[in-house]
Structure formats: C-alpha cells, structure tokens
C-alpha cells in the first residue's frame, strides 16, 4: 500500500520535474551529482589531510629543528639543514640502510623465487590445490608482531623447535645455532620469518599472473611443437613477469617500512647486526627523543621509498607495454 | 583475473601428482611454527622448555591459567594454610608454591583489540564506500592525483607517522585513547578501502543507477538501494582486509598507546613469568589471538583470495 503511494509520488514528482527548468529541478531532486561527489569524497579526504598530511608538514617543519619531544618547554632552535646533512654522513645511519637493503634484497629473492615456484606447481591444479592453497595464505594472516614474538622461542639455541630441526639434520650441536644472538645468523633469522610469512602473498599474485596468460597461446606453442621448456621461457614467464614484478614491489615497500617482527624478533640486536632503518628511526625517536633528527631521518625514507617506487612503477609500466 | 585457465595443455597425471605432493609438503612445513604455538599453549612450563622439545606431553590448561592471572609467591606454610582450591587454576598455581592474586590485564587488552579492530574498520569502510562511489561515478577534478594521494600515505613507514601523531595526540588529548586509534586505524585503512571498493563498484553497470534515477529515485536513493546491494561481496571483502590490518598492527599501537587503549599485539610479548618469558602463557594468548584470523581465512577464503589478488594486480 505505501508502495504504492510512494511510486505514485515518485511518478507525480518525475512528472513535475519534466516540467520544471532543469536547475530548479536538481534542486528539487535533493543534492546535484557535484554536491553529492564531495560529499561522498570530502571526509576521506578531510580525514587523511588531518591524519596524515598535516603531521607530515608538521614532521618537515620539526626536521629543521633540534625539538625534542620529552622537554616541550625547552627552547627550540632552527637548525637549518644541519639534522640531514647529520643524517647523510653519519656511519649508523648507513649501516642502518645497509642491513635495511640486506634484509630487502634477500627477502624478495626468496619469495619470488618461492613463491613463483609455489604459484607454479599450483597451477597444475591438481586434487584438492584450492583447500592447500588457503592452508600456504595462513601465515600471511597472522600478526608479524605476535608470530614474530614467537619464533624467539623457536629460535632457542637449546629448547627451541629449529634449532632441534636444523640440528638433527645437519648434525651441528643444537647449542651453536644462535640464530637470535650470533652476528652471523641473526640477519637470516629475520629473512626467513619474512620468507615464512609472506612467501603466500607473492604466490598469489604470481598466480593471478599465471592464469590470466590466455590459452591460445599455449595451443599456438603446441602447434608449433615449442618444448615445455621453451614453452616456459617464452611465454609463461614473460607474461606473467608483469605481476611479479607488482610482487616485488610491493614487498620492497613493505620490508623497506618492516618494523614490528624486527622489533620483537631481535630488536634490532645482537648490537645492531639488524637494525633496519625503521628500528634505528624508533630508538632515536622514542629513547633517544631526538624528535628533530629522527623527523629528518623520517623524511628522507619517506622521500626514498617514494622515489624508488616510482621509478620502479615507471619500468614496469615499460614492461607491461611490451 | 581470469578464472578460466589454459585447460589445453592439460598437465600430466604424474606432474600434477608431483605438484601436488610438493604443495602439500610446503603446506604441512609452514603450518608447523603455528602448530607449535598451539602445542606450546597446551603445555606445562617444564614441558615447554624441555630438551629435546617434547612432542608427546600430558595436555594441561596451565599457560591459558597464567595467561589471564597474575600470581605472587608464597611459603609452604602460608598455601597449606589456605582452604582447599576452587579450580584447576588454584590447584596448579598452588604446585608452583604461589597463589593467584588477582586477573591479569589480558582480557582488557583483548577486548580493546576487539573495539578498535571493529570500530576502525567500520569508519574505513563507511567513508571508503561513500569515497569510492564518488570517484568511480563523478567527474571529480583532480581524480587521478587525489587517488594517487590517498595511496601514497600508505607508502610512509608507521614510524615516520608515528612521531607527529606522537606530538598531536599528545596536544588533543588523545594519546592512549581507544578514539586516537581508531582515527588513525580508520585514515591507514581508508586508502587501501578506496582503492579497492572503487574496483568494485566500477564493476557495477552505471545502467543500473541510471535506470533507477529514470523511475525517480534521486542519486542517494540509488546509491543505497541499487549500488549498495550490488557491492556487498566487495564491501565484505574490504572489511575483511581493515580488520585483520588493525587487528595485527603493533607499530602503532606500541607507541601510542601504554595503558588503558594499548591492545593485545604489543601486550602479549609483554607477558613474563619468573626468570623471563612464560612461554605456555604467552602462547596461549598467542592462540587465542589468531583463532579470529584462522576462522576467518578459513570461512571466508574466497573474498580474501579475491580481494588480494584484485587489490595488487588494480594498483
């Protein structure tokens, strides 16, 4: 019944809108498309402006500075460009970038190489891949910093799980695996939680790229009676080299910005064989207060996770165009 | 993505079965750190720290026991003088020579994981919807910078965040506020929000919209009784990404929060017994944390596979 009513005077309103000048009508009708775009789109943008920007330009003022967060009363000085021309010529600092791009480097080796190996074989489709393909995605999903925590204790030279592993096939006592305390082993400690956690994510995406090579152009390698192998070389990889290199991307963002598992894993330590950029940027933040010097250090990863994102989005556009 | 894949080259039996026992392995491999998790939460303290690590044990609730309470030492005299125990907890705690002196600060920390996950997700989602709707329908100037925008504050590291959120909460009042966090929970996941709602909705015919707007629904109306309906697998599958981010976020909730709002990721690495970690305990917590996240990967595996998927190869 009300319906009913309601249709009737939608129809009477259609009726009166057609005879109304256009204007008017809009008006009438409630909010144009315009004003309804910026209303759907300005608290999103009123939220990241306020959220994220506004302490941005707030962080690039506090780099010319020497603030220090735990003294608000303490006088503050214009620095200049004293806190970055610190930042570039300080030894720790490189250091930092240096475990930073060792972690990256070596973590994006063994997931796409992983993972496109996983993506692969799953692509078989043999009995039952989708159930197993959803047991791989779990690690992905649980929280670095909790998980992280944990493989402390899997990491235990005499009681944890991977040192009695790795000791029982290797036939190395349990007691020399120091993976958390060796300067040696800590570095790869770090890569393979990475590797454990996020191999998945690559897998997935390589796998997308996988079935999206249509089939006719495997039927016309048939035809042409290409190997297997030639089969690989020349179609599958090329074609889905696109997505993992969208892969790799995202995963150098993420492990460039990796803080939480380091944090717990090692914190940075033994002394600082794995400080990553993040960790190094939290001590001097957060214990050392130096809120001047650690903003400056803030805004050139920023600039540089920036920077090499775009030129990478530029080559894989090239690529994509092929 | 595709769904049909290249049926032509049908693989052979054998290297489909070879894939197969390869994935399986690698499977079975990768869920082993998560079993010993679960194991590890079902064991005594001795049983944890046992060598070689115990595969086979007496399952005990002692670590879930730990885990929600603390517990002080006693004297012998003291226990034995204490009325018979309640409950399962009492009577080992009391095995150890100590007594439970009160709950632990777990639950609460758990229960701010739960309001700020959810609260931060539905904000995200609320205005990543209205945003994506705008984008994907209306000449908005700017569109492509304004979308670029909203993505870029994704690529800054949470640290570099964290420092002038650090200073502004500290000025507002919102530092170690459960509002602090959702706001910033909420502007972090709005951009991954509008990027892929926006995916979805273009995926909607416009006819159907306009066919309505024809029969005299004004826009809002057909936004929320046309579009809206159409969208619920990918709204379902945004929620689902929002949640488990704010769910297993620590960079922030580390530093921003200490006391009343601080959730359970940079609590759970906190829990210590006598002479350092509990393990039991802290497994336990562990596992109570990522039953959620299992159940919904298992429950919902095919929105997330879609969503991860579209996610990366739109961006």
Known sequence: MTETNASLLDRAAQAAARSTPEPVARRVRGLSDKGVAWLFIAPTIVLLLAINIFPLIWAIRLSFTNYRANRPNAEVVNVGLDNYRRILTDSDIWFAMQTTAHFVFWTIVLQTLIGFTLAWLIDRKFRGHAFWTTIILVPMMLSPAVVGNFWRFLYEPQIGLFAYVVSFFSGIPPTDIQMLSSVRLAPWAIVIVDTWMWTPYVMLIC?????????YIYEAAEVDRASNWRQFWSITLPMALPFIMLAVLFRGIENFKMFDMVNLLTGGGPGSTTEVASITLKREAFEKWR??????????????????????????NRVKSR | ??????????????????????????????????????????????????????????????????????????????????????????????????????PSNFLPRFVNSLIIAFGSTFCAVFLGTLAAYGFSRFKVPLAD?????????????????????????????????ALGMILLYTAVNVSLAVWLL?????????????????????????????????ATTGIAATAIFCLIFAWNEY????????????????????????????????????????????????????????????GAVRK
């Not at chain 1, 796998?207 to 089939?215: F, K, N, Q, V």
């Not at chain 2, 273009?202 to 009784?225: N, S």
């Open chain 2, 1 to 102: 993505m595709s769904a049909a894949a290249h049926s032509v080259v049908e693989p052979t039996p054998a290297s489909k079965r070879i894939a197969g026992a390869i994935i399986i392995l690698y499977a079975v491999v990768s869920m082993v750190p998560l079993f010993w998790i679960i194991a590890t939460s079902f064991k005594t303290p001795p049983d944890s720290i046992a060598y070689p690590p115990k595969l086979v044990f007496t399952p005990s609730i002692e670590g879930y026991c730990n885990l929600f309470t603390t517990r002080t030492r006693q004297t012998a005299e003291y226990i034995a003088s204490l009325p018979p125990p309640e409950n399962f907890c009492d009577e080992v705690t009391r095995k150890r020579n100590m007594v439970i002196a009160g």
């Open chain 1, 207 to 215: 796998l997308a790229g996988l079935r999206s090579i249509p089939d």
């Open chain 2, 251 to 310: 960079a922030f909730a580390a530093l921003l929060t200490s006391g009343t709002a601080q959730t359970a990721p940079p609590f759970i690495p906190t829990i210590i017994g006598e002479g350092g970690q509990d393990w039991p305990a802290v497994a336990a917590g562990t596992t109570i944390f990522l039953v959620p996240i299992l159940v919904f990967t298992i429950l919902l595996r095919k929105q997330l596979l879609r969503g991860i998927t579209f």
């Open chain 2, 198 to 230: 926006k995916g979805f909705i273009d995926e909607i015919p416009r006819e159907y919209e306009e066919a309505a707007m024809i029969d005299g629904y004004t826009r809002l109306q057909a936004f929320r009784k046309v579009v809206l309906p159409q």
């Open chain 1, 291 to 316: 809120t001047g010097f650690s903003s400056a250090f803030a805004i050139i990863l920023f600039v540089a996770v920036f920077g090499l994102a775009n030129i990478y989005v530029k080559a894989l």
């Open chain 2, 145 to 177: 910078d304004l979308l670029f925008f909203i993505l870029s504050t994704r690529m800054m590291p949470p640290i570099a965040v964290a420092i002038p959120i650090y200073l502004m909460y500290r000025e507002l009042g919102l530092s170690d506020t």
